[in-house]
């Protein structure tokens, strides 16, 4: 892509007492919108997309969606018009009150505010010919950015430097990423999927791209459900920054990562491994995040 990026570098984290070896790969550092997974993800999209002359991008997420975020930085910084195709019509009231909205207008996004049914069918022939009369032309980018061409950007995550790590841990959501990291790891490597939504979905989804066997899903640590979160996860995530300086966003990699800890705590790392868990970006949810545990009356996630 053709505008500033930053580096991911693998940050120690000393555990005390645990005979095992912590890193945290900062793909967070990219970029501030476009970070971690989500510039791997759009990195080909956008390059085939300008390729075949696109000049609009059309997504979809949520209200405080990672990816409507990133493809709305991405669309601008690149030249190319955006429309996220939003889910929940209630959200087109209150645009200004949603950093995540707020932001993606700013970079000029477009939006279509769809009810809940009718986000159900986002995939469906029909509702994608009724955008393209509506809108256009355009480069079709699916939710959460998960197609061959993310699996392809999230292969190159993992380096010659990452060889000796014994285990590769990541936050799953649509399961492009881990499709990507199970893609260029060792053989000799375990990656561990952590989902941060429930269903077993997920592993017919993955198995779609990825070319070794070399995984599991550890599935203890979704907290409920997609952005579920609760008070000892936000205390997690405040203690972790404190304690490392490392920023955790709470639906992705805050979960991946109290579930690595917890795990580290049970014993389940053999003597001697060496971990690195992969830091997906994200940042940009905690904002939105913060609004809701203030209704809820909870503690707040440290900016």
């Not at 971690?36 to 956008?46: A, F, I, Q």
Request: charged share 20%; with cysteine.
């Amino acid at each position: 892509m053709e505008f500033d990026l930053g580096h991911s570098v693998n940050q120690v984290v000393n555990i005390p007492n645990k005979e095992v070896e912590l890193c945290v790969k900062r793909e967070d550092r990219i970029h501030a919108f476009v970070s971690g997974n989500k510039y791997r993800k759009l990195k080909y999209n956008l390059e085939q997309a300008k390729a075949l002359g696109f000049k609009t991008l059309l997504t979809f997420g949520g209200a405080y969606s990672n990816h409507i975020a990133a493809v709305a930085s991405a669309g601008q910084l690149l030249g190319f018009e955006t429309i996220g195709v939003i889910r929940g019509e209630e959200l087109r009231d209150v645009i200004k009150n949603n950093p995540t909205l707020s932001f993606a207008k700013q970079c000029g996004m477009q939006f279509k505010f769809v009810s809940r049914e009718v986000y159900i069918t986002k995939t469906a022939t029909s509702f994608l010919n009724k955008l393209e009369a509506e809108f256009g032309t355009f480069y079709l980018i699916p939710e959460g950015g998960t197609n061959t061409l993310a699996v392809k950007g999230c292969e190159e995550i993992l380096n010659e430097e990452d060889a000796h790590f014994n285990y590769i841990c990541v936050a799953v959501g649509t399961g492009g990423t881990i499709s990507g990291l199970i893609n260029c790891s060792k053989p000799s490597q375990q990656v561990l999927g952590f989902p941060a939504l429930k269903g077993s979905f997920l592993h017919k989804d993955i198995s779609k791209f990825a070319r070794q066997s070399n995984w599991e899903l550890i599935t203890d640590y979704h907290f409920g459900g997609y952005a579920k979160v609760n008070a000892e996860l936000v205390k997690f995530i405040n203690t972790f920054k404190n304690d490392y300086s490392i920023p955790l966003d709470p639906v992705y990699t805050g979960k991946m990562l109290f579930g690595v800890m917890d795990l580290i705590n049970q014993g389940y790392f053999p003597k001697g491994s060496k971990i690195l868990a992969i830091h997906t970006g994200g940042l940009q949810g905690i904002f939105g995040m913060n609004e809701f545990l203030k209704k809820k009356k909870l503690p707040q996630i440290e900016i």
